[in-house]
């Protein structure tokens, strides 16, 4: 991964984010807010709330106040390619989060010290070539049993693509189906990867999204998730 790309938007990604969603009516951190919550009641199920949790690709810090929200007890260490995304993230949400970054092929992390490893619209701009070398560094920092938690946009949905389409961020952006992610994880050595579907309504039909999550399998979300075991 290249940190100029990131570099070279850190200053107005946030602002350029929320004028590229604001079709849906919502602003970033819904988003952002809707990931971490469905992250922890994952986590919860599985007993892993209160470990060490990896944001791989972490950005400016839009998960940084939802990890401190809906896990608390968790501790959280960011990686990322951009120290100038890094020097934004901690003058937004100073804290006790620690940084990482990344400088090579390898995430600076020890082996096997992460409960759980997430990444939230982060693979889209990394090479494709690229995709299963760095799901096998989530697995090495993950431990035995941990999970990985990766969100991604979802080609199948127009106005997902749409977004991207238009978002000069995302101008070397490349989707990635589900079912093609997934098989990524597996050629990464992850087990048990599940795929879920995400954020079907925007605001104006927010009065619908309690039924989401019986929505899981259908394939038309803005989002979806892939969800998998460290054997």
Not at 19 to 35: H, M, Q, V
Not at 76 to 103: M, W
């Amino acid at each position: 991964m290249e940190s100029a790309e990131f570099d070279r938007f850190a200053d107005e990604y946030h602002d350029m984010h929320r004028r590229n969603i604001a079709i849906t009516g919502e602003d970033p951190a819904y988003f952002s807010a809707y990931k971490i919550r469905v992250l922890a009641a994952a986590l919860r199920e599985r007993g892993l709330e209160s470990g060490r949790i990896l944001d791989f690709g972490s950005g400016i810090g839009n998960s940084v106040p939802f990890f401190r929200a809906y896990l608390p007890d968790a501790a959280l260490t960011c990686a990322d390619v951009s120290q100038k995304s890094f020097d934004l993230a901690q003058k937004r949400f100073p804290g006790r989060e620690v940084y990482r970054l990344i400088e090579g092929e390898r995430i600076p992390v020890e082996d096997g010290g992460y409960g759980a490893v997430f990444s939230a619209c982060v693979f889209h701009h990394v090479p494709a070539a690229e995709h299963v070398h760095w799901l096998r560094e989530l697995r090495r920092a993950a431990a035995p049993g941990g999970m990985l938690a990766v969100f991604e946009h979802n080609p199948l949905n127009p106005l997902t693509v749409r977004a991207v389409n238009t978002c000069p961020f995302d101008e070397n952006a490349r989707l990635i189906r589900a079912r093609v992610f997934a098989a990524r994880c597996r050629e990464a050595g992850w087990g048990e990867p599940r795929v879920r579907y995400h954020i079907f309504f925007p605001r104006a039909l927010a009065r619908l999204r309690g039924l989401e999550p019986r929505l899981g399998r259908v394939p038309l979300g803005a989002q979806y998730s892939v969800m998998a075991v460290r054997p």
